[in-house]
Structure formats: structure tokens, C-alpha cells
Nanobody, 125 residues
Framework: QVQLVESGGGLVQYGGSLRLTCLVS????????IGWFRQAPGKEREFVGA????????YYASAVNGRFTISGDNAKNTVFLQMNGLKPEDTAVYYC??????????????????WGQGTQVTVSS
């Protein structure tokens, strides 16, 4: 059984940085893509970015492009979300998710098969 566990969330001031980690455990999984999503209070969950697992190629939602960086270490089954220049509107629970698909999801939430429990990120103004 594949499991994803996020860590690294916390409270940070406006303009600060945080690095989230998504650790994937389990055996014999084949994943095309691992994505990051976030859900702010009272809002729907939204796509942040994702990384194509085989080549470690990231892509991002426009709202975070240039401020957030996704990287990975597929030997350690770990994906990172480096968040710089954080703003209060980045406050949310952040989730990583895995897709067992064979093509890029383009950030479509329903394409992801396994989800982590989430980690809270709070940005104070």
C-alpha cells in the first residue's frame, strides 16, 4: 500500500520561506507524477504544481510560478516544495498526491490516486 506523508509546515512571516517534504512509502508502485495542492479555509482545493517522476521535471500553477520550486529525489522517494516570498494568501493546508496515470495530469485533481494527510502552512502579515 502506497502512503504519502507531508511535513515541514508551520507559521512564517510575510516574505518568509518554508520547505515542505512529501515522503512516499510502499512497494512496487509506478507513478507518473506527484503533485502539490493546497486548500485554504472556505475555499476549494487548488493545484500548486507537480513533478514528472521519471525525469523530475516540474511545472507550476501561475499563482505560484517564480516563487515556489518543486524538486525530487526518486532514489529516496521524496518530493520537496520550496516556498519563497510567502504571502498571507498562501495560507492553507498543503497536500501531496500521487498519480498512477500514464500521461501528465495538467493539475487535474481527479487524476490523482493517493493523497497525504496534509500539512498546515500559515503566513502572517
Amino acid at each position: 500500500q502506497v502512503q504519502l506523508v507531508e511535513s515541514g509546515g508551520g507559521l512564517v512571516q510575510y516574505g518568509g520561506s518554508l520547505r515542505l517534504t512529501c515522503l512516499v512509502s510502499g512497494r512496487d508502485f509506478k507513478s507518473y507524477e506527484i503533485g502539490w495542492f493546497r486548500q485554504a479555509p472556505g475555499k476549494e482545493r487548488e493545484f500548486v504544481g507537480a513533478i514528472i517522476w521519471k525525469d523530475l521535471l516540474p511545472y507550476y500553477a501561475s499563482a505560484v510560478n517564480g516563487r515556489f520550486t518543486i524538486s525530487g529525489d526518486n532514489a529516496k522517494n521524496t518530493v520537496f516544495l520550496q516556498m519563497n516570498g510567502l504571502k498571507p494568501e498562501d495560507t492553507a493546508v498543503y497536500y501531496c498526491a500521487m498519480c498512477f496515470c500514464t500521461a501528465q495530469t495538467m493539475g487535474v485533481e481527479t487524476e490523482f490516486d493517493v493523497w497525504g494527510q496534509g500539512t498546515q502552512v500559515t503566513v502572517s502579515s
